[in-house]
């Protein structure tokens, strides 16, 4: 079997395993919290009202953000996380536990990165992201279902939880 065939195969069906292999290869230096230990932190701010120490931020599009979120997440723009970092994070203590999530994790390692690069030294990659937080059932504001980003990366998420496309609806 080619190189090429040997990727084509690897990649024709995602799974969690290939995933998180590529992002501790490619995003070694990102740091990442899981589901649970958020959920643990999320809970235990609305409890003592800490969150103030806390930022979440969801690095999807408009139309993904949308349709539902994690409970108090701020929506970002992947294009325009430097941006948002600059204007609305200027004043914020460089050590506040920053979480930043997306689908899977790619786009908010990235994003992560950026971040760090600006000089916050708390920064956190939702590991699984969203699809990992609703697959496990935990809390959606927003909607019940979470938008596949695309019909690939969407296999990911469990039918229960995943947006159907607009012609099955």
């Known amino acids: 079997m080619t190189t090429f065939a040997v990727m084509l195969a690897w990649w024709a069906s995602p799974a969690w395993w290939q995933v998180n292999l590529l992002l501790d290869y490619r995003f070694s230096d990102v740091q990442s919290i899981s589901t649970q230990e958020l959920d643990v932190i999320l809970r235990q701010a609305q409890k003592d009202s800490t969150s103030k120490n806390l930022v979440v931020l969801d690095i999807r599009s408009a139309e993904e ?9 701020r929506h970002v723009p992947p294009e325009a996380v430097l941006d948002f970092a600059e204007r609305e994070l200027a004043s914020a203590d460089r050590t506040d536990l920053i ?13 992560a990165r950026d971040l760090e690069f600006l ?5 956190k990659n939702l590991r699984g992201s969203l699809f990992q937080w609703a697959n496990e059932g935990r809390a959606l504001e927003g909607g019940a279902v979470v938008h596949p980003y695309n019909g690939y990366w969407g296999r990911l998420l469990h039918a229960a939880v995943r947006l159907a496309p607009p012609s099955l609806r």
């Open 99 to 111: 979480v930043v999530y997306c689908s899977v994790g790619l786009r908010s390692a990235i994003a």
């Open 65 to 73: 953000f949308a349709v539902s979120r994690i409970p108090g997440a």
């Open 119 to 123: 000089g916050f030294t708390q920064v």
